[in-house]
C-alpha cells in the first residue's frame, strides 16, 4: 500500500500538483483490490496522476467513483489512464454528470481495454448528445469483455436506444444490461426487442420506466428467456398434478382462474383497444405531418423552382449581354487594328520624309564643301594674280575705297536679311511652342476625358444592357474623338512641314541670292586683296545658315518624334481600355459561374429534400407494415387466448362430469350398502 501511495505522490509532484489527503487515505485502506473513491471531490491533477497511476498497478480490480462530479477534463485523463489497465474488472461511475467528452473517452475505453467485466454509468447524461453516444455504442459493439452495464437514468432517446440495438447485434459478451428510468419510447423498445433475435448472449434486459408499452415489455421476456406467463402456467399444471384428490377445491380453484383469466383476457382486450387506438393515432398524426411537411416541400419545390426559372433568365439575358459586350469589344479591337496601320502607315511616311530631309542636307553639305574648295582655288589663283597686279594696287586705291562704301552697303543689306531671317526663326518657333501647348492641352483634355470615363464605368458597373451600349457609344466617341484629334495632328504636321519646305525653299533662293553676290564679290576679289577677305565673310556666313537650316530640320525631326510619342500614348490608352472591357469581360463571366454555383447548390439541396421526402415515404410504409404485424400478433395472441380459454371451458365441463359421475357413484354404492346391511332386514316393510 505504500508503494501505491508514494507512486501517487511522486506522480502529483511531477505534474507539479499537491496530492489530496483524502485519496492518500483511501489508498491506504485499499483491500483486496477495491480502491473506493466514492463522494470524493477529484482536481483534474488527481484525475491525471491516477490515471498514470493506475495505468500500470496491477493491485486494483475494483474502482469506484460514484458521485465523484468528475470534469469533462478529469474524467478523459482518467479513462485515458485505463485503457493500458489489464487487471481492472469492476468500474463504478454512477452520478458523475458525464456528457459528450465523457461518453467519448468511455468509447475510446471500450475499445481498448480487454479486462473490464462491469461497467456502472448510472445517473450521468451520455443519451443527450447523440453523436458521443453513438461512438460509445459503436465501441460497445467491438468489446468483447463485458459482461454487465448499468445505463439507468442516462436520458436515453429513441435514438440512442437504435444505436445501442446496433451494436447489440454485434456484440458477443454482454449479459445483462439495465436501461430503467430513461426515454426510449415504442420506437427504441422496438428496436432493442428486434435485436435480440441475434444476440445469444444477453439473458437480462431491464426497460421499466422507459413508456415502453406493455406488449414490448411482454415481449422482452420471451426473447431473454424469461417468461412470467409460462412459468405461472407450469405451476398451475403442477398444483393440478399434485392435489388430483381433491376435486372440489380444484373445481372451485379453476372457476376462480377461469373467472381471473377472463379478466385478464378483458383487460387484454381493452388494453390492446387502446394501445390500437394510440397507435391509430399516432398514424394518423404522423400522416398529417407527412402530409404538411410534403405540402411545405413541394411548396418550396415550386418556390426553388420559380427561382430557378428566374435565375435563368437572369443567365439568358446576361448572356446575350455578354455577347454584346463581346461584338462590341471585337469591334473596337478592329478599330484599333486599323488605328495601329494607319499609325504604321503614318510612321513610315515620316520616316520616308526624314530620309528625304537628310539626303537634301547631305546633298547640301556636299554642294558646299564644292563651293568651299572653288573658293579656295579661286583664292589661290586671286593671291598670284595679287602678285602680278600689285603694281596697279596704288592706281586702285581711290576705287577700292569707293568699293568698300559698296561693300558697307553691301554687308547692312547682309545684316538685315539676317535679322529677317531670325525673327522668322523665331516665329517659327513661337508657331511651334504654340503647337505644343496645343497638342499638350488636347492630351490633358483627353486624359481628364479618360477620367471622367473612367469614373463614370466605375460608378454605373452594375447597370443593364443600356448602360453598356451607352458605355460602347460613349467610347465610340472617344475614339472617333481621337481619330479626328489624330487626323488634325496629322495636318498641323504636313502644314509644318509645307512652312518648313517653303521656308528651305527660301533659305535656298536666299542661298542663290547670295551666290549670286558672292560671284560679283570673287569678280571684285580678283581685283583687290580686301574683296577676297569679303568673300571668306559671306563662306562663313552661309555656313551658319547651312547650320540653322540643319537646326530647323532636326526641330522638324523632333517634332515629329513628339508626334510618333503621341500616337503611341494614344495606341496605349486605347490598350488600356481594351483591358478594361477584357476585365469587365470576366468579371460578367465569374458573376455568372457564382450563379450558376449557387443554382446547383439549389439544384443539389432540391434533390436532397426530394430524398428526404422519399426516405419519410419509405418510413411511414415501414411503420405501416410494421403496425400491421403489430396487430396480426394481437390478433394471433388474442385467437390463442380464446382457443385456451375454450379449453379451459371444456375442461371445467369435463371436472363437472366426473364429479357428476362420482357423485351418482357415490350415492348407488351408498344406496347398495344401505340395502345391502342388516339394517335393511330388521327394517318394518313399507
Same mark, same amino acid.
Given at each position: 500500500?505504500?508503494?501505491?501511495?508514494?507512486?501517487?505522490?511522486?506522480?502529483?509532484?511531477?505534474?507539479?500538483?499537491?496530492?489530496?489527503?483524502?485519496?492518500?487515505?483511501?489508498?491506504?485502506?485499499?483491500?483486496?483490490?477495491?480502491?473506493?473513491?466514492?463522494?470524493?471531490?477529484?482536481?483534474?491533477?488527481?484525475?491525471?496522476?491516477?490515471?498514470?497511476?493506475?495505468?500500470?498497478?496491477?493491485?486494483?480490480?475494483?474502482?469506484?467513483?460514484?458521485?465523484?462530479?468528475?470534469?469533462?477534463? !478529469? +474524467?478523459?485523463?482518467?479513462?485515458?489512464? /485505463?485503457?493500458? &489497465?489489464?487487471? %481492472? $474488472?469492476? #468500474? *463504478? =461511475?454512477?452520478?458523475? @454528470?458525464?456528457?459528450?467528452?465523457?461518453?467519448?473517452?468511455?468509447?475510446?475505453?471500450?475499445?481498448?481495454?480487454?479486462?473490464?467485466?462491469?461497467?456502472?454509468?448510472?445517473?450521468?447524461?451520455?443519451?443527450?448528445?447523440?453523436?458521443?453516444?453513438?461512438?460509445?455504442?459503436?465501441?460497445?459493439?467491438?468489446?468483447?469483455?463485458?459482461?454487465?452495464?448499468?445505463?439507468?437514468?442516462?436520458?436515453?432517446?429513441?435514438? !440512442? +436506444?437504435?444505436?445501442?440495438?446496433?451494436? /447489440?447485434?454485434? &456484440?458477443?459478451? %454482454? $449479459?445483462? #444490461? *439495465? =436501461?430503467?428510468?430513461? @426515454?426510449?419510447?415504442?420506437?427504441?423498445?422496438?428496436?432493442?426487442?428486434?435485436?435480440?433475435?441475434?444476440?445469444?448472449?444477453?439473458?437480462?434486459?431491464?426497460?421499466?420506466?422507459?413508456?415502453?408499452?406493455?406488449?414490448?415489455?411482454?415481449?422482452?421476456?420471451?426473447?431473454?428467456?424469461?417468461?412470467?406467463?409460462?412459468?405461472?402456467?407450469?405451476?398451475?399444471?403442477?398444483?393440478?398434478?399434485?392435489?388430483?384428490?381433491?376435486?372440489?377445491?380444484?373445481?372451485?380453484?379453476?372457476?376462480?382462474?377461469?373467472?381471473?383469466?377472463?379478466?385478464?383476457?378483458?383487460?387484454?382486450?381493452?388494453?390492446?383497444?387502446?394501445?390500437?387506438?394510440?397507435?391509430?393515432?399516432?398514424?394518423?398524426?404522423?400522416?398529417?405531418?407527412?402530409?404538411?411537411?410534403?405540402?411545405?416541400?413541394?411548396?418550396?419545390?415550386?418556390?426553388?423552382?420559380?427561382?430557378?426559372?428566374?435565375?435563368?433568365?437572369?443567365?439568358?439575358?446576361?448572356?446575350?449581354?455578354?455577347?454584346?459586350?463581346?461584338?462590341?469589344?471585337?469591334?473596337?479591337?478592329?478599330?484599333?487594328?486599323?488605328?495601329?496601320?494607319?499609325?504604321?502607315?503614318?510612321?513610315?511616311?515620316?520616316?520616308?520624309?526624314?530620309?528625304?530631309?537628310?539626303?537634301?542636307?547631305?546633298?547640301?553639305?556636299?554642294?558646299?564643301?564644292?563651293?568651299?574648295?572653288?573658293?579656295?582655288?579661286?583664292?589661290?589663283?586671286?593671291?598670284?594674280?595679287?602678285?602680278?597686279?600689285?603694281?596697279?594696287?596704288?592706281?586702285?586705291?581711290?576705287?577700292?575705297?569707293?568699293?568698300?562704301?559698296?561693300?558697307?552697303?553691301?554687308?547692312?543689306?547682309?545684316?538685315?536679311?539676317?535679322?529677317?531671317?531670325?525673327?522668322?526663326?523665331?516665329?517659327?518657333?513661337?508657331?511651334?511652342?504654340?503647337?505644343?501647348?496645343?497638342?499638350?492641352?488636347?492630351?490633358?483634355?483627353?486624359?481628364?476625358?479618360?477620367?471622367?470615363?473612367?469614373?463614370?464605368?466605375?460608378?454605373?458597373?452594375?447597370?443593364?444592357?443600356?448602360?453598356?451600349?451607352?458605355?460602347?457609344?460613349?467610347?465610340?466617341?472617344?475614339?472617333?474623338?481621337?481619330?479626328?484629334?489624330?487626323?488634325?495632328?496629322?495636318?498641323?504636321?504636313?502644314?509644318?512641314?509645307?512652312?518648313?519646305?517653303?521656308?528651305?525653299?527660301?533659305?535656298?533662293?536666299?542661298?542663290?541670292?547670295?551666290?549670286?553676290?558672292?560671284?560679283?564679290?570673287?569678280?571684285?576679289?580678283?581685283?583687290?586683296?580686301?574683296?577676297?577677305?569679303?568673300?571668306?565673310?559671306?563662306?562663313?556666313?552661309?555656313?551658319?545658315?547651312?547650320?540653322?537650316?540643319?537646326?530647323?530640320?532636326?526641330?522638324?525631326?523632333?517634332?515629329?518624334?513628339?508626334?510618333?510619342?503621341?500616337?503611341?500614348?494614344?495606341?496605349?490608352?486605347?490598350?488600356?481600355?481594351?483591358?478594361?472591357?477584357?476585365?469587365?469581360?470576366?468579371?460578367?463571366?465569374?458573376?455568372?459561374?457564382?450563379?450558376?454555383?449557387?443554382?446547383?447548390?439549389?439544384?443539389?439541396?432540391?434533390?436532397?429534400?426530394?430524398?428526404?421526402?422519399?426516405?419519410?415515404?419509405?418510413?411511414?410504409?415501414?411503420?405501416?407494415?410494421?403496425?400491421?404485424?403489430?396487430?396480426?400478433?394481437?390478433?394471433?395472441?388474442?385467437?390463442?387466448?380464446?382457443?385456451?380459454?375454450?379449453?379451459?371451458?371444456?375442461?371445467?365441463?369435463?371436472?363437472?362430469?366426473?364429479?357428476?359421475?362420482?357423485?351418482?357413484?357415490?350415492?348407488?354404492?351408498?344406496?347398495?350398502?344401505?340395502?345391502?346391511?342388516?339394517?335393511?332386514?330388521?327394517?318394518?316393510?313399507?
Amino acid at each position: 500500500m505504500e508503494d501505491v501511495r508514494r507512486s501517487y505522490s511522486r506522480l502529483c509532484k511531477e505534474s507539479g500538483a499537491e496530492p489530496q489527503e483524502t485519496v492518500l487515505q483511501r489508498l491506504h485502506q485499499l483491500l483486496r483490490g477495491r480502491l473506493d473513491l466514492a463522494t470524493q471531490s477529484l482536481t483534474p491533477d488527481t484525475c491525471r496522476a491516477l490515471g498514470k497511476l493506475l495505468q500500470r498497478e496491477a493491485l486494483v480490480t475494483e474502482l469506484v467513483l460514484s458521485d465523484c462530479m468528475l470534469s469533462d477534463e !478529469g +474524467a478523459t485523463l482518467l479513462l485515458q489512464g /485505463l485503457c493500458a &489497465n489489464t487487471v %481492472l $474488472q469492476f #468500474l *463504478d =461511475l454512477k452520478g458523475n @454528470n458525464l456528457q459528450a467528452t465523457g461518453a467519448e473517452a468511455l468509447g475510446r475505453l471500450l475499445r481498448q481495454n480487454k479486462s473490464i467485466q462491469s461497467l456502472t454509468l448510472e445517473w450521468n447524461n451520455l443519451g443527450t448528445w447523440e453523436d458521443a453516444f453513438a461512438t460509445f455504442c459503436g465501441a460497445l459493439a467491438v468489446n468483447g469483455t463485458l459482461r454487465q452495464l448499468d445505463l439507468r437514468n442516462n436520458q436515453i432517446s429513441h435514438k !440512442g +436506444a437504435e444505436e445501442l440495438a446496433l451494436a /447489440l447485434k454485434s &456484440n458477443t459478451s %454482454l $449479459q445483462q #444490461l *439495465d =436501461l430503467r428510468w430513461n @426515454n426510449i419510447g415504442l420506437l427504441g423498445g422496438r428496436a432493442l426487442v428486434n435485436c435480440l433475435l441475434s444476440n445469444r448472449t444477453l439473458w437480462k434486459l431491464e426497460l421499466a420506466g422507459n413508456s415502453v408499452p406493455s406488449d414490448i415489455l411482454r415481449a422482452v421476456g420471451p426473447a431473454v428467456g424469461h417468461s412470467l406467463w409460462w412459468v405461472t402456467q407450469l405451476l398451475l399444471t403442477e398444483q393440478a398434478m399434485d392435489h388430483n384428490q381433491d376435486r372440489e377445491a380444484t373445481f372451485r380453484e379453476n372457476q376462480a382462474r377461469a373467472r381471473v383469466l377472463s379478466k385478464e383476457v378483458r383487460h387484454l382486450q381493452e388494453e390492446k383497444s387502446k394501445q390500437f387506438l394510440d397507435l391509430m393515432e399516432t398514424i394518423d398524426k404522423q400522416q398529417a405531418e407527412m402530409a404538411r411537411s410534403t405540402r411545405t416541400s413541394a411548396a418550396r419545390i415550386g418556390q426553388l423552382q420559380e427561382a430557378l426559372n428566374e435565375r435563368q433568365s437572369i443567365i439568358n439575358a446576361l448572356k446575350a449581354k455578354l455577347q454584346m459586350a463581346e461584338a462590341a469589344l471585337a469591334l473596337s479591337e478592329q478599330k484599333a487594328q486599323d488605328l495601329g496601320e494607319l499609325l504604321a502607315t503614318t510612321e513610315q511616311e515620316h520616316r520616308s520624309l526624314a530620309q528625304r530631309q537628310g539626303k537634301e542636307h547631305r546633298l547640301e553639305q556636299q554642294e558646299a564643301a564644292e563651293r568651299e574648295s572653288k573658293l579656295l582655288r579661286d583664292l589661290s589663283a586671286a593671291n598670284e594674280k595679287n602678285l602680278l597686279l600689285g603694281n596697279q594696287v596704288d592706281e586702285l586705291e581711290r576705287k577700292a575705297k569707293s568699293q568698300q562704301d559698296q561693300m558697307f552697303l553691301l554687308r547692312q543689306e547682309l545684316t538685315n536679311t539676317s535679322a529677317e531671317l531670325r525673327m522668322r526663326a523665331i516665329q517659327a518657333e513661337e508657331r511651334l511652342e504654340l503647337e505644343k501647348k496645343r497638342s499638350r492641352q488636347s492630351l490633358e483634355d483627353s486624359e481628364r476625358l479618360r477620367f471622367k470615363e473612367v469614373e463614370h464605368m466605375t460608378r454605373h458597373l452594375e447597370e443593364t444592357e443600356r448602360a453598356m451600349q451607352e458605355r460602347v457609344q460613349r467610347l465610340e466617341a472617344a475614339r472617333l474623338a481621337l481619330e479626328e484629334e489624330l487626323s488634325r495632328v496629322k495636318a498641323l504636321a504636313l502644314s509644318e512641314r509645307g512652312q518648313a519646305e517653303e521656308e528651305l525653299v527660301k533659305a535656298k533662293n536666299q542661298v542663290r541670292l547670295e551666290e549670286q553676290r558672292l560671284g560679283h564679290l570673287e569678280e571684285k576679289l580678283r581685283l583687290l586683296a580686301q574683296a577676297r577677305d569679303q568673300a571668306q565673310s559671306s563662306c562663313l556666313q552661309q555656313r551658319e545658315t547651312v547650320a540653322e537650316a540643319q537646326a530647323r530640320a532636326s526641330q522638324l525631326g523632333l517634332q515629329v518624334e513628339g508626334l510618333r510619342r503621341r500616337l503611341e500614348e494614344l495606341q496605349q490608352e486605347l490598350s488600356n481600355k481594351d483591358q478594361e472591357k477584357v476585365a469587365e469581360v470576366t468579371r460578367v463571366r465569374v458573376e455568372l459561374q457564382e450563379q450558376n454555383g449557387r443554382l446547383q447548390a439549389e439544384l443539389t439541396a432540391q434533390e436532397a429534400l426530394k430524398e428526404k421526402v422519399a426516405a419519410l415515404e419509405r418510413q411511414l410504409k415501414v411503420m405501416a407494415s410494421d403496425h400491421r404485424e403489430a396487430l396480426l400478433d394481437r390478433e394471433s395472441e388474442n385467437a390463442s387466448l380464446r382457443e385456451k380459454l375454450r379449453l379451459k371451458e371444456a375442461d371445467m365441463a369435463r371436472l363437472r362430469d366426473e364429479e357428476a359421475q362420482r357423485a351418482s357413484f357415490l350415492q348407488n354404492a351408498v344406496l347398495a350398502y344401505v340395502q345391502g346391511s342388516p339394517l335393511r332386514a330388521l327394517s318394518p316393510p313399507k
